[in-house]
């Protein structure tokens, strides 16, 4: 009698994803990096305004604050993209950190109003802009170690989580600088960003990911001009961020001075952290959009929900109208951010996605600075009230420059990102047209 004898099926090999090839401790070094940055603007203000008992002063440091990181954050991310992350995010960190302390010691000290605005302007120089460095990264990795069928959902799902990472830091970045103003001192959030940053900035420069990004002697670097960075496709996602950056300054601010002068300042951070609640849900479901909703239309759309949610928030009298105005914002601030990175990524000439990157991070920063000094000076010498209506102007930006977008900068299907070989070409293009196929 005869004996079959019968082999065991080999087990399947699952195909890796992006948090088994990413680490399981790069997402929250990444999240928890993020907070100096949205800490700075405001927590500068508090600092200032403490320090020096002047409103006019703090708004100013707040401006260089957002001058420094729009005139140098575009330049830290074209060095990421030539030399590698690592070495540009050390350096920036360290610095960043030693600067965050020269300010809490600077505020207090008996040296002219100028040396504070320079110590506020290399603060926002050497600020590490984690958000668009990590998404500039994990791009790289999902096109590179990643299976190709797993690229498109991962590549969606990714921007997704980035955008509400990046929200939730905005969102509550200005209330942990007010938990610690206010338990503490008002230098505490310099002293606790500084910590953040020298722990949570450095981990993010050494963590592995870190060599997925960099150039190497077998591979030189192949980037497109320089100029290609100044294109109207570009330009207008820049605008895009800009504006959001405004609606951000002009929101906290307005709120908050509204809500102290009836009687309700200590909820500012709550009410401003409804907002953050659509959002984040928003962002993180952007895989469940049809796919015909392309990224042009879902900007256009969900920046016009953002202003009608301002148009509300300016005519709310009340605690009530404020919240159910913030609710609907969050709905729709969360997905507009989503689509301006996803265009970034779309749009981002050969070899300088880490630049483009930096240029929305610093275009928001700058906007949030500026618009908190213009909203605190409105709300000092017109009133509460007149500064509400100034999120409607940040709103109508965003909205104005999605119309250039959807009229001027729509290219034809298949066409709509420019990378360097044809597989990842294809890959983004069915990320960004028909996401639902990988659903």
Not at 3 to 17: L, N, R, Y
Not at 311 to 322: D, E, I, K, R, V
Not at 411 to 428: C, R
Request: glycine share 10%.
């Amino acid at each position: 009698m005869s004996t079959q004898q019968t082999t065991a099926p080999a087990p399947q090999q699952s195909s890796p994803t992006l948090r088994s090839v990413a680490g399981a401790a790069y997402f929250p070094i990444a999240f928890v990096a993020r907070f100096p940055f949205a800490m700075m603007v405001v927590g500068t203000l508090t600092l200032v305004v403490s320090a020096r008992d002047s409103i006019a002063l703090g708004g100013l440091n707040s401006a260089v604050v957002g001058l420094g990181s729009a005139l140098v954050g575009p330049l830290l991310g074209a060095a990421a993209d030539r030399i590698g992350q690592r070495p540009v995010i050390l350096v920036s960190g360290i610095v960043n950190s030693l600067t965050l302390l020269a300010m809490a010691a600077v505020a207090f000290s008996a040296l002219p109003d100028a040396a504070v605005l320079a110590v506020g302007f290399l603060i926002g120089a050497s600020s590490p802009q984690i958000g668009p460095l990590s998404r500039s990264r994990l791009v790289q990795l999902i096109l590179t170690r990643l299976p190709s069928h797993r690229r498109a959902k991962s590549l969606n799902g990714t921007m997704g989580y980035e955008s509400a990472a990046d929200e939730t830091a905005f969102v509550f970045g200005p209330v942990v600088v007010g938990l610690l103003a206010t338990t503490l001192s008002p230098a505490a959030p310099m002293i606790g960003a500084a910590v953040l940053t020298l722990l949570f900035v450095t981990a993010f420069a050494l963590h592995p990911t870190a060599k997925v990004a960099a150039p190497t002697t077998e591979e030189p670097v192949a980037q497109a001009p320089a100029r290609e960075l100044f294109t109207l496709p570009v330009l207008v996602i820049v605008a895009g961020a800009l504006g959001v950056g405004l609606f951000f300054g002009t929101v906290l601010t307005s709120l908050t001075a509204f809500l102290s002068d009836t009687g309700h300042g200590d909820s500012a951070g709550l009410v401003y952290g409804v907002m953050g609640v659509g959002s984040t849900i928003l962002a993180l479901s952007i895989t469940l959009f049809p796919e015909r909703f392309r990224l042009y239309a879902r900007w256009l759309t969900f920046s016009s929900l953002m202003l009608a949610a301002m148009l509300a928030f300016g005519l709310a009298g009340g605690l009530t109208g404020l919240i159910a105005a913030m609710a609907v914002a969050g709905i729709g601030i969360g997905p507009t951010v989503v689509t301006l990175y996803s265009l970034a990524a779309d749009r981002s000439p050969q070899g300088r996605s880490a630049t483009v990157m930096t240029m929305l991070g610093s275009a928001t920063i700058v906007g949030q600075s500026a618009a908190s000094a213009v909203t605190g000076a409105v709300a000092e010498s017109s009133g509460s009230q007149a500064s509400m209506w100034l999120p409607v102007g940040a709103a109508a930006l965003v909205v104005l420059a999605a119309l250039v977008n959807a009229l001027a900068c729509r290219t034809p299907a298949g066409t709509e990102i420019s990378a360097a070989d044809e597989e990842v070409l294809e890959e983004a293009r069915r990320l960004t047209e028909l996401p639902s196929e990988h659903l």
